[in-house]
């Protein structure tokens, strides 16, 4: 059984850093790609890291390039998402998520499992 679950969320000032993690308790994490996504208060949920299944592939929503750091780790069955020089409008709670593929989504329709969130506030 997949069981995802999401840390380091927390408050911090404009230009400040964050990273998160994302913990699978099963034993099939090496077998998903996974993904980051993240929703506002009133808005959609939103695409904002995906990375392949062995870490060769990362892909970053506009947004956040340049700015935040997807990665893994397969012998501790987690993910990362670090977060730097972060911004008021990176507020959101964030998840993660993992998909029966090699290959990262953008769609949150193409995920098979989720966690269960991490709230992320910047402050100005």
């Known amino acids: 059984q997949v069981q995802l679950v999401e840390s380091g969320g927390g408050l911090v000032q404009a230009g400040g850093s964050l990273r998160l993690s994302c913990a699978d308790s099963g034993r099939t994490f090496r077998n998903f790609a996974m993904g980051w996504f993240r929703q506002a208060p009133g808005k959609e949920r939103e695409f904002v890291a995906g990375i392949t299944i062995n870490g060769g592939s990362t892909a970053y929503a506009n947004s956040v390039k340049g700015r935040f750091t997807i990665s893994r780790d397969n012998a501790k069955n987690t993910v990362y998402l670090q977060m730097d020089s972060l911004k008021p409008e990176d507020t959101a709670v964030y998840y993660c998520?993992?998909?029966?593929?090699?290959?990262?989504?953008?769609?949150?329709?193409?995920?098979?499992?989720w966690g269960q969130g991490t709230q992320v506030t910047v402050s100005s």
């Open positions: 998520a993992g998909r029966n593929s090699y290959l990262y989504s953008s769609s949150l329709n193409e995920y098979h499992y």
